[in-house]
């Protein structure tokens, strides 16, 4: 369709640029894609992914400049032109990409990771990866999981987003209506005023849920805006003399340069980091190519060939540098061959898949131009017509949709028609064999002996029940604070009553002591995403801004409900990983700060129960999806606990000791990891756990015997 404008007169805000090729603009796209490409494959520059946001800013100067001399030219814009352009810009290379990528996963990897690729694939191609992404992020059985070969699509989605409804505010902004209201240049008030929106909900977002901000389209909208607001200052630009304009280029390069080299992965993401990307690009931008001598630094030739092929490179890299790490490791050498290849893909994209979708016409029989307008509209109406109902997938994949578009075992069974098959079950393991059949397993899967297949059932359906939906595995939300899920297991009338708290890594102990306790027991558990019973001074780092003061609140109603049941036994635990993420006070260390916390807990369960049993942590490893594949098996999978855990365990340790009484702590990861520290992923043909830190239900019940010992009743 498309959208005619009124015939007052049109819209003032001029274009930056005559519509002309920039050498600079490509060159900048150049250094762009360098920077994320080195950032992905080797690690540096540590900032290297700001490169996404020098690409943003260029495409919202780009884009809004094409719009505005559309309108300027024709009075109107035409939407179905607009979106076939953008079609034939970025869907066949990325179509390429997405169809190569999910086929080569499902050769590579097995099927949990395979499945998943395949819904990164579909969400990709409706543009909407960023949320997809974030479902999946924010989702704490998926927290561990390893990265996505197209995560990198979550930016491209963020840009059709953006021009989802870019050119309807131009349109809109233009009426007489909106003119009489915000004066003649309504478009430049409409935009000031929506990207200080977006700067401020990337203000707010990136400091209560920085991994949302992220991803999140509204918060990154204010950098593409930057570069329209910069195509609307053509009037005042063009009057700089060439010496500010070579001022402004050289200050632009330095803020990209130092974003590159300063800003981390732990910084405030997009807000304020990405103000100096950003502004960096806009200052080069706004440079006009107008500093003589001084813009050949982008001019050359081999840093245009790189940004003509930019969009490809961006697209092929990450998948490939994803799979050489999966099949080869990180190192210097397969990295260099992941560049390389990557390179290579990228030219032969442009050269044989972009490039013939961007001709507008074949440069032979241009005299049946008349014939080949109505065929290139058509073309465009179709292009334009697949891109808006992608576009229109987008409340699809919110967070709050269905469960087959975020879970890929719930999507493979909608495929399929069939539920994953549950493992065998097997025997508990003996007491006297467990660390035989340890220490076999870790030589087995050295040698390439262990059935690899096994990783086929690692998704979220084999941690404990307690562990999934309708479980009791709480949120930090008020509601679960104030009226906490529990499970209960065993006769209500039993004699007997033992209690399980704790984080999920706790609750993944409930198949154990359940099936260790028997006939004779009630088992009650109740727990929380990543909050342990301990009660910590002044809090441990979270993801939500109110992490501290809703997990010490979830602490205390753990204690509370101990306190109301008085059972004969509590069992509780907790991840490996909170000294690394604590705050502590000044002139403490985080392991005292977590043993005065143990202390604090054991004492208030001591109180209310006969008996509390700690047990360590499990490990903490690499998740089998990340480090298991077709290709090399298990061979890469053996890992180490997380190196502060035994700094946890001594702690805890000294905690049992000061405590007292019937108190006493279990190292656990003797049952799982040989002496040395070699702890396997499968062991007598179980999986050991389905991500880097949780039991498999199967594994937890297999371990009921030595629970049984060491519990002691």
């Known amino acids: 369709m498309t959208a005619d404008a009124p015939t007052h007169p049109r819209v003032s805000i001029r274009a930056h640029e005559p519509k002309r090729f920039r050498t600079d603009i490509e060159g900048l796209r150049g250094v762009a894609v360098l920077a994320v490409l080195a950032y992905h494959a080797f690690g540096l520059p540590q900032g290297g992914f700001t490169g996404v946001d020098v690409f943003f800013v260029i495409s919202g100067f780009l884009i809004t400049g094409i719009l505005l001399r559309e309108v300027d030219r024709t009075g109107r814009i035409s939407i179905t032109a607009f979106y076939g352009r953008r079609a034939r810009r970025i869907l066949p290379a990325a179509l390429v990409v997405l169809l190569v990528t999910v086929a080569g996963s499902a050769l590579v990897w097995f099927t949990p990771r395979a499945w998943s690729v395949v819904l990164d694939g579909i969400a990709s191609a409706l543009f909407v990866q960023n949320w997809h992404l974030i479902a999946v992020g924010t989702d704490y059985l998926h927290a561990t999981d390893p990265a996505s070969p197209l995560q990198h699509f979550w930016s491209l989605a963020v840009e059709e987003q953006f021009y989802a409804v870019w050119p309807i505010v131009i349109l809109l902004a233009a009426l007489p209506a909106a003119r009489r209201v915000l004066g003649r240049r309504s478009l430049l008030v409409v935009a000031i005023a929506l990207t200080s929106l977006s700067m401020a909900f990337a203000a707010v977002e990136s400091a209560i849920t920085p991994t949302t901000g992220y991803f999140d389209s509204v918060s990154r909208a204010w950098e593409l805006g930057a570069g329209a607001l910069l195509a609307m200052a053509g009037p005042v630009l063009g009057r700089l003399s060439q010496r500010v304009h070579a001022l402004l280029f050289w200050a632009g390069l330095a803020a990209i340069a130092a974003s590159a080299l300063l800003v981390t992965s732990g910084s405030a993401f997009p807000w304020p980091a990405a103000l100096l990307p950003v502004a960096g690009t806009v200052l080069v931008l706004a440079s006009g190519d107008r500093v003589g001598r001084s813009g050949a630094v982008l001019r050359n030739r081999p840093l245009r060939w790189v940004g003509r092929i930019s969009y490809s490179l961006y697209l092929w890299h990450f998948p490939v540098v994803v799979v050489v790490a999966a099949l080869a490791g990180t190192g210097i050498v397969p990295m260099s061959l992941a560049v390389l290849a990557s390179f290579l893909l990228a030219a032969a994209s442009e050269r044989w898949v972009e490039r013939?979708?961007?001709?507008?016409?074949?440069?032979?029989?241009?005299?049946?131009?008349?014939?080949?307008?109505?065929?290139?509209?058509?073309?465009?109406?179709?292009?334009?017509?697949?891109?808006?109902?992608?576009?229109?997938?987008?409340?699809?994949?919110?967070?709050?949709?269905?469960?087959?578009?975020?879970?890929?075992?719930?999507?493979?069974?909608?495929?399929?028609?069939?539920?994953?098959?549950?493992?065998?079950?097997?025997?508990?393991?003996?007491?006297?064999?467990?660390?035989?059949?340890?220490?076999?397993?870790?030589?087995?899967?050295?040698?390439?002996?262990?059935?690899?297949?096994?990783?086929?059932?690692?998704?979220?359906?084999?941690?404990?029940?307690?562990?999934?939906?309708?479980?009791?595995?709480?949120?930090?939300?008020?509601?679960?604070?104030?009226?906490?899920?529990?499970?209960?297991?065993?006769?209500?009338?039993?004699?007997?009553?033992?209690?399980?708290?704790?984080?999920?890594?706790?609750?993944?102990?409930?198949?154990?002591?359940?099936?260790?306790?028997?006939?004779?027991?009630?088992?009650?558990?109740?727990?929380?995403?990543?909050?342990?019973?301990?009660?910590?001074?002044?809090g441990v780092i979270g993801t939500q801004l109110r992490y501290p003061e809703q997990c010490e609140r979830a602490q205390q109603a753990m204690l509370d409900a101990v306190a109301t049941v008085r059972p004969d036994l509590v069992v509780t635990s907790s991840a490996d990983g909170y000294l690394s993420t604590m705050h502590v006070p000044t002139g403490s260390t985080p392991a005292t700060t977590w043993q005065r916390s143990t202390e604090h807990a054991l004492t208030a369960l001591a109180a209310s129960a006969d008996r509390v049993v700690l047990l360590e942590g499990t490990p903490t490893v690499l998740s089998p999806t990340a480090c298991v594949n077709r290709i090399t098996g298990v061979t890469e999978c053996t890992g180490s606990p997380d190196p502060t855990a035994s700094e946890k365990r001594t702690a805890e340790q000294r905690a049992v000791s000061t405590v007292g009484g019937d108190t006493r702590y279990v190292r656990t990861s003797a049952w799982l990891c040989t002496a040395d520290g070699s702890c396997p992923t499968i062991v007598d043909g179980t999986l050991v756990r389905p991500d880097g830190t949780h039991l498999t239900a199967q594994m937890s019940e297999r371990l009921s015997a030595v629970m049984r010992d060491t519990l002691g009743i």
């Open 356 to 538: 013939p979708f961007l001709r507008t016409a074949p440069a032979r029989r241009r005299s049946d131009t008349a014939d080949r307008v109505p065929r290139r509209r058509v073309f465009d109406a179709a292009l334009a017509t697949l891109m808006v109902c992608a576009l229109g997938a987008l409340g699809v994949g919110q967070l709050r949709g269905p469960a087959a578009f975020s879970q890929p075992q719930a999507f493979a069974a909608l495929v399929t028609g069939s539920e994953p098959t549950a493992p065998a079950a097997r025997s508990p393991f003996a007491p006297a064999d467990l660390p035989r059949e340890v220490t076999r397993a870790v030589r087995d899967a050295a040698a390439g002996r262990t059935d690899a297949d096994l990783v086929d059932s690692a998704t979220p359906d084999a941690l404990a029940p307690a562990l999934l939906t309708g479980g009791c595995r709480n949120g930090l939300q008020d509601g679960d604070i104030a009226a906490p899920r529990t499970c209960e297991w065993g006769d209500p009338d039993a004699p007997r009553t033992a209690m399980v708290v704790g984080d999920s890594v706790a609750l993944s102990w409930t198949p154990a002591v359940v099936a260790a306790l028997g006939d004779g027991w009630r088992v009650i558990a109740v727990g929380y995403a990543s909050c342990p019973v301990g009660h910590f001074t002044p």
